[in-house]
């Protein structure tokens, strides 16, 4: 819900400027010599040429095919992304801490090549860039399976171009469902499309744990999702058709502009990026810190920390709602304090779920903390949000905006309850972790006790306790 706050805040400070300098009035009744209300382009749209689908280009029941297609593809995504987090107890590269290198790796070529099919995506066909974007995905994941321990730099360059099937993908896939659907059914695609996120992540912890596990080799578990992929290449190849672009907005038709052209009308957008690079840096690093002052003083500090974060962070995005219509300025700066204090808890969380859970049952509780993270936020809230459309009076741009805005006010609502559920876990965090410290597993005897002279007399601890 946090997310759809950040996603959608950053246009509601232009909207609202709009919506303060003229459109307080409704449009006048229709006369003689004197239009009536526009049409929504939405409406005439579902009017012309048999509703949205014809429009498109693409039949009602194949736009569902292409929609399932989708969201399989998006889920083989996050499968791959999470394999190697499943397994880390067993492989050579996570016992010698090189694990993170092949994340940043993947990390910092998805996050270079996205504009580069941002720019080919909107030029060129869309159904061929994902096609070629996921076999090449796949072959590099298969390959990346057979690379000997000798040569961990094989590792590193594979890991790393399955970042051009990700950036091919996840670049394009929103847009066709954008060409293929409007207003609440595009909503709700895309709250299908975004679910497949946390049920990929759990399916890649499982299945890159399990099958390890079975076959007694870390290879056979980047063998997986390749093989998956050659599927899904058929299934884009043969079932998926490029929609019309924009057809089902009704708009004029559209032309293609220079990428400094585009950059520029994309240059509002900056601001609300840079802030949240700035507050999500300066977030987890203030909440660390507070974090690990507090940890001298009571052993609930980071249950603590994480509940103030939210608890404070709801009165900004509150006002960062209510200042959009009237102030765009006061806007930025309270979503800069909202978003700082929403980001102290993300390092603090990952924390505390480690030190809860014994050590051979940590991937399976980082898999169901994402699926039931992304379950509970991104994966329902633009649905959610999205049920703004239900709130409007007419189809006008104040009550567009207005209609936004109320929608936006349920992410003060959720911040305040996730503080309260922080405040909660703090009764239990102490007994938790205490526990996860002195498991024993099943079939083991505990620790002996053994003898430690103390002032004088002798004290028996369990040997754990004891520091050798």
Same mark, same amino acid.
């Given at each position: 819900?946090?997310?759809? *706050?950040?996603?959608?805040?950053?246009?509601?400070?232009?909207?609202?400027?709009?919506?303060?300098?003229?459109?307080?009035?409704?449009?006048?009744?229709?006369?003689? %010599?004197?239009?009536?209300?526009?049409?929504?382009?939405?409406?005439?749209?579902? +009017?012309?040429?048999?509703?949205?689908?014809?429009?498109?280009?693409?039949?009602?029941?194949?736009?569902?095919?292409?929609? $399932?297609?989708? $969201?399989?593809?998006?889920?083989?995504? /996050?499968?791959? +992304?999470?394999?190697?987090?499943?397994?880390?107890?067993?492989?050579?590269? $996570?016992?010698?801490?090189?694990?993170?290198?092949?994340?940043?790796?993947?990390? $910092?070529?998805?996050?270079?090549?996205?504009?580069?099919?941002?720019?080919?995506?909107?030029?060129?066909?869309?159904?061929?860039?994902?096609?070629?974007?996921?076999?090449?995905?796949?072959?590099?994941?298969?390959?990346?399976?057979?690379?000997?321990?000798?040569?961990?730099?094989?590792?590193?360059?594979?890991?790393?171009?399955?970042?051009? %099937? #990700?950036?091919?993908?996840?670049?394009?896939?929103?847009?066709?469902?954008?060409?293929?659907?409007?207003?609440?059914?595009?909503?709700?695609?895309?709250?299908?499309?975004?679910?497949?996120?946390?049920? %990929?992540?759990?399916?890649?912890?499982?299945?890159?744990?399990?099958?390890? *596990?079975?076959?007694?080799?870390?290879?056979?578990?980047?063998?997986?999702?390749?093989?998956?992929?050659?599927?899904?290449?058929? !299934?884009?190849?043969?079932?998926?058709?490029?929609?019309?672009?924009?057809?089902?907005?009704?708009?004029?038709?559209?032309?293609?502009?220079?990428? !400094?052209?585009? =950059?520029?009308?994309?240059?509002?957008?900056?601001?609300?990026?840079?802030?949240?690079?700035?507050?999500?840096?300066?977030?987890?690093?203030?909440?660390?810190?507070?974090?690990?002052?507090?940890?001298?003083?009571?052993?609930?500090?980071?249950?603590?920390?994480?509940?103030?974060?939210?608890?404070?962070?709801?009165?900004?995005? /509150?006002?960062?709602?209510?200042?959009?219509?009237?102030?765009?300025?006061?806007? /930025?700066?309270?979503?800069?304090?909202? #978003?700082?204090?929403?980001?102290?808890?993300?390092?603090?969380?990952?924390?505390?779920?480690?030190?809860?859970?014994?050590?051979?049952?940590?991937?399976?509780?980082?898999?169901?903390?994402?699926?039931?993270?992304?379950?509970?936020?991104?994966?329902?809230?633009?649905?959610?949000?999205?049920?703004?459309?239900?709130?409007?009076?007419?189809?006008?741009?104040?009550?567009?905006?207005?209609?936004?805005?109320?929608?936006?006010? =349920?992410?003060?609502?959720?911040?305040?309850?996730?503080?309260?559920?922080?405040?909660?876990?703090?009764?239990?965090?102490?007994?938790?972790?205490?526990?996860? #410290?002195?498991?024993?597993?099943? %079939?083991?005897?505990?620790? #002996?006790?053994?003898?430690?002279?103390?002032?004088?007399?002798?004290?028996?601890?369990?040997?754990?306790?004891? =520091?050798?």
């Amino acid at each position: 819900m946090a997310e759809a *706050a950040e996603r959608d805040s950053a246009s509601m400070g232009d909207c609202g400027a709009a919506a303060a300098g003229g459109f307080g009035a409704g449009p006048g009744p229709a006369g003689p %010599g004197r239009p009536g209300p526009a049409e929504a382009p939405e409406e005439a749209a579902g +009017r012309r040429g048999g509703g949205e689908e014809a429009a498109s280009g693409v039949s009602a029941v194949r736009a569902r095919l292409i929609v $399932c297609i989708l $969201c399989y593809i998006n889920l083989l995504n /996050y499968m791959d +992304r999470f394999t190697v987090a499943g397994r880390t107890e067993g492989f050579w590269f $996570c016992s010698m801490g090189l694990q993170p290198v092949l994340s940043s790796v993947f990390i $910092c070529s998805y996050m270079v090549l996205a504009p580069v099919f941002g720019y080919l995506g909107d030029r060129h066909n869309r159904k061929y860039i994902m096609c070629g974007g996921i076999a090449f995905w796949s072959v590099v994941t298969l390959a990346s399976s057979f690379t000997p321990q000798q040569h961990f730099w094989a590792l590193l360059l594979t890991r790393g171009l399955v970042g051009v %099937g #990700e950036a091919s993908y996840s670049t394009i896939a929103p847009t066709i469902i954008a060409d293929l659907y409007v207003k609440e059914k595009r909503t709700s695609m895309l709250s299908v499309f975004y679910f497949a996120i946390p049920v %990929g992540s759990g399916l890649g912890y499982i299945v890159g744990s399990q099958v390890s *596990a079975v076959a007694q080799d870390w290879h056979w578990a980047l063998r997986v999702t390749p093989a998956l992929g050659l599927i899904a290449v058929l !299934l884009l190849l043969f079932v998926v058709r490029e929609p019309k672009r924009g057809a089902v907005e009704a708009r004029a038709e559209l032309h293609q502009t220079s990428w !400094l052209t585009d =950059l520029q009308a994309l240059s509002r957008n900056l601001i609300f990026g840079i802030i949240t690079v700035i507050t999500g840096v300066l977030g987890v690093f203030s909440g660390v810190q507070v974090s690990r002052y507090l940890r001298k003083k009571t052993p609930r500090a980071d249950p603590y920390v994480c509940a103030a974060g939210l608890l404070l962070s709801a009165p900004f995005l /509150y006002l960062a709602i209510v200042f959009a219509q009237g102030s765009t300025a006061a806007t /930025y700066v309270f979503i800069f304090l909202g #978003e700082t204090f929403l980001s102290m808890n993300w390092a603090i969380v990952a924390d505390i779920l480690l030190y809860v859970v014994v050590p051979t049952r940590r991937s399976t509780a980082e898999a169901l903390q994402i699926v039931v993270s992304h379950l509970l936020g991104d994966a329902g809230s633009p649905y959610m949000i999205g049920l703004s459309d239900s709130l409007r009076r007419s189809d006008s741009f104040l009550w567009r905006f207005r209609s936004l805005q109320l929608s936006l006010l =349920l992410c003060s609502f959720v911040a305040v309850v996730g503080g309260a559920f922080f405040l909660a876990t703090a009764l239990f965090v102490e007994s938790d972790r205490t526990r996860a #410290e002195s498991h024993v597993p099943a %079939g083991e005897p505990p620790d #002996e006790p053994i003898v430690v002279p103390k002032s004088g007399r002798s004290t028996r601890v369990p040997v754990s306790s004891v =520091l050798i």
